[in-house]
Structures are given as C-alpha cells and as structure tokens.
C-alpha cells in the first residue's frame, strides 16, 4: 500500500510468462497507471479485453529487446488503433532499429492498411546505454544489460507523478541492472527461477534489492512455472491480470 502523501502507481500485469507460456501464461507486459506499457508481448491485445482497460489511454511503449515474447505484440496494438481511428500521438521507445523493426513487422502482419485521415502519429526513440528522455509524463533512464550476445537489451527506470519504477526487461545480472536500482520505489524484475543462465535467479534478485532503498517494493515476472517456490521474503509475484497498488 501506498502512503496517503504519494501518488498511487497502479500495476497492470498482462502478462507473465516467459517465451514458453509456462503454465500457460499470457507473454510479459506490465502497465503502469493505464498509460505506460513496458514491453508488448504477443498476447497483448487479449489481456487488454480481458482487463477491460482501454488502449486509448497508452502514451508510450518502451520495448526492452527484440524477442518475440517482448515485442510480436505492437503489430495487433497498431490494427488495433487504426480500427479505433486514434488520434493521439504514441511513443515508443526501443533498442537501435526500432522504428525499422516496428513498421516492418506490422507491414508483414497486416500488409497494404490504408493510411486513416488524420491517423495519429507513431514516435520512436532509440535507447542507448544511459540515455534519459521524456515522453507523455514518463521521465525514463534506459541502461544496457546482459541477456544474449545477439541483441542489445534494456531496462528502464521510469519516473512519473512523484514516483519512481524500475523495470529490469530480460537480464542477467549485471553492472546496467544495478545501476537502476538505487532510488527505485517498485522493482519490476525477471525471475525465471529454472536456473535459465540468462535469465535471473532468486539469488540475482536479491542482490538487485539490496541497492534499492529498503522499503522498496520487488516484483518478479516472466515466470518459468508458476508460482515459483520462493524463497525471498517480501517479494510479490506477480500473474496474469494481478493488479498492484504502491
């Protein structure tokens, strides 16, 4: 629970498994405060009829990385706002080649979509190691981290309304990661929990939290097997469409 002096955040999970569905759970993306989606897995839209919140209110998508679990979403998100007529900008934020990705994967998915009179605008940014930007109330710090050789992957420390969340996307641990940490409010944290070495274990997550302040709130998501049998006290593990209010 929240102080009464602090803005809520207000957690939607979506989804919560990893690339396998394990225990059939829908692929991870978390939202915060209705408005900003971390990560677009491809079960997204579903999980938002399920919710039954509203995809209008989504300012930005930031993308952690370019596995399908994570990022084959945005294409029903975009059908999805062209069906609607949306007018209001989005951002979305990404590794290098985000924009490229994005539209050629919507492209391929739903190929030859006339363009809407007066359709909204698609706005990209490139994350690199470091990078601080501003979009739709959303202050985020991208830090590059350690999860496969073949990709440029990210998590985000993300600041709106007084508050402050960190979102670890995919990782090992790794210097990036516990960069983060330190002033976060709500830790947003992988936990494969099957020994996946690239993925991070309970005792990763426990490291993570000790650079946090020490009433921060952790939550582990992208589950191998649900629930994991944890052994940290204190932690929340999230589920699909487990609703958090810090």
Avoid at 26 to 50: E, M
Avoid at 112 to 131: F, H, K
Avoid at 141 to 156: D, Q
Avoid at 212 to 226: K, N, Q, R, S, W
């Amino acid at each position: 629970m929240t102080s009464p002096s602090k803005t809520p955040l207000e957690l939607l999970f979506l989804g919560t498994g990893n690339a396998f569905a394990a225990e059939g759970s829908a692929f991870n993306s978390f939202l915060v405060n209705g408005r900003y989606l971390f990560d677009s897995g491809p079960t997204i839209l579903q999980q938002i009829r399920r919710a039954k919140t509203n995809p209008d209110d989504i300012d930005v998508i930031l993308v952690s990385h370019f596995h399908g679990d994570h990022f084959f979403g945005l294409p029903f998100l975009f059908l999805e706002f062209w069906r609607r007529e949306r007018r209001k900008a989005l951002t979305i934020a990404g590794p290098p080649g985000i924009e490229e990705r994005a539209e050629m994967l919507f492209e391929t998915g739903f190929p030859g979509m006339p363009v809407r009179p007066n359709a909204y605008r698609r706005r990209y940014i490139e994350m690199s190691d470091g990078l601080e930007c501003e979009a739709a109330g959303l202050e985020f710090t991208a830090a590059e981290v350690e999860h496969v050789a073949s990709l440029r992957c990210f998590a985000f420390r993300g600041h709106a309304n007084g508050r402050t969340i960190m979102y670890s996307g995919d990782s090992k641990l790794c210097k990036g990661l516990l960069r983060l940490a330190p002033g976060a409010e709500v830790l947003v944290m992988d936990c494969s929990n099957g020994g996946d070495p690239v993925h991070m274990s309970q005792k990763d997550v426990a490291i993570v939290r000790q650079k946090a302040p020490e009433d921060a709130t952790t939550i582990v998501t992208h589950l191998d097997g649900f629930p994991p049998a944890l052994e940290l006290d204190g932690v929340l593990v999230a589920h699909d469409l487990a609703r958090f209010r810090l």
